[in-house]
């Protein structure tokens, strides 16, 4: 596969991710306007965000079991037509009930897109690259936030919220093209990608465990940041939007720095990274009164964790037990626990303890998942037992011959 070829696929699979993220996101913006239209209460619509989630958490490792066989290229290709068909019911709905039919059937269809994605995208190229390549994948989720979700919600503003969903339903039909005319047509268990370079289910495990906690630390501050800024750092309400897109463009700078680190270290850059999210957070809490202090801090925050889920994707290649698919689906459900964890402990925070301890709370899950992250040596290199002496000989060397050596 000419290199060309494969980079513009490449960039139709990170579309994938971009539209899969807007659309997940755009009720969030679009609340009111849609309540109005449909004639629901918000926390009806709110609902939508929050069943998606849901779907996307427990149908992931099922759905990817179940469709194992199935050659990538079909795979894909049916999940990007099932996301432009449901987001096209959701423009035409009339209803609630359909509405949040809809709304499920593309959530399915997420749940596999993100198990599917990595090893699809990382089969493009030499194994050599896996981890740039994965950012590039994810980069599509965090341009998303940054740019998608916002243009989203000014569409869906002036022109109606079914304007915003037919936007996302006409993209999806491009990357779609894209996908199922140039992506090769891989039968299940070919490729490098397919299973873990360096299969080691405790490893594997243990990540799962540090993406709930890092994730669940990063949205315990993230989901009350706009009430963080006009309360405890005494900015206008009106600042939050720009705050909000400087923490977009950080995070996908985050991605694209952290693709050759996890090329070359990618255990070194979870930790890294799960680190620096705890300092931001720690700084947060400490500084976050300071307006300047404030508008860094979210935005390193921001930076740390977008390079945080590159590099669970990377290490997913590496470490999966078993198939990659299945161990990616795994890793997106343990990420939608975090976001589920932390969203439900936010707001159980927020009343008793204030936004100020709610962002004292995400550094502290933080701090645990570094701790976590840091066992992986442990796993890596187990200390020798009693009956295991700590080195042992070295063989004795055979002299080299003076002819030829075969190498």
């Known amino acids: ?43 009806d619509v709110g609902m939508l965000v929050t069943a998606y989630g849901a779907v996307v958490m427990v149908a992931s490792v099922p759905l990817t079991a179940l469709v194992r ?43 596999l897109f993100w198990a599917v994605v990595v090893p699809a995208a990382a089969e493009l190229f030499r194994p050599g690259l896996r981890g740039r390549v994965v950012a590039v994948v994810f980069a599509g989720g965090n341009v998303a936030l940054a740019l998608g979700v916002p243009a989203g919600i000014w569409l869906g503003e002036r022109a109606g919220w079914r304007a915003s969903f037919l936007a996302v339903s006409g993209l999806g039909a491009i990357v779609f093209v894209v996908v199922a005319a140039l992506l090769p047509s891989t039968r299940p268990g070919e490729g490098h990608a397919t299973r873990g370079a360096t299969p080691d289910a405790r490893r594997f495990w243990l990540l799962a465990a540090v993406a709930v906690l890092a994730t669940a630390g990063a949205i315990v501050a993230y989901t009350y940041v706009a009430l963080f800024v006009t309360e405890h750092s005494a900015m206008p ?54 307006p300047a202090a ?80 840091l066992g992986e040596r442990r796993l890596a290199h187990p200390a020798p037992t009693e009956d295991a002496p700590a080195t042992a000989t070295p063989a004795p060397v055979a002299p080299r011959c003076a002819g030829p050596q075969l190498r």
């Open 1 to 43: 596969m000419g290199r060309g070829r494969a980079t513009t696929v490449l960039i139709g699979l990170s579309g994938g991710t971009f539209l899969y993220t807007t659309a997940e996101a755009l009720p969030i913006g679009l609340l009111l306007p849609m309540a109005a239209d449909l004639a629901v209460p918000p926390a």
């Open 69 to 111: 066989r199935v050659p990538r290229r079909r795979l894909l290709s049916a999940l990007l037509a099932g996301f432009v068909v449901s987001n096209a019911v959701t423009v035409f709905a009339s209803g609630f009930a359909v509405l949040l039919a809809a709304r499920m059937a593309t959530a399915a269809t997420h749940a």
């Open 237 to 290: 309400a009106t600042s939050v939007g720009a705050i909000l897109l400087a923490r977009g463009i950080a995070s996908v700078l985050g991605i694209l720095a952290v693709g050759v680190l996890v090329d070359r270290n990618p255990w070194l850059a979870l930790t890294a990274t799960v680190a620096l999210q705890s300092l931001a957070l720690l700084g947060l809490y400490a500084l976050g009164h300071r």
């Open 294 to 373: 404030a508008v860094v801090l979210i935005a390193l925050a921001g930076l740390a964790f977008a390079a945080f889920t590159a590099t669970l994707g990377g290490l997913v290649l590496q470490v999966a037990p078993g198939r990659s698919d299945l161990a990616a689906a795994t890793v997106s459900a343990a990420v939608n626990v975090g976001i589920t964890a932390g969203a439900f402990i936010g707001g159980l925070a927020l009343p008793s303890h204030g936004v100020h301890r709610t962002v004292l709370i995400g550094a502290l899950l933080s701090v645990v998942a570094v701790l976590l992250a």
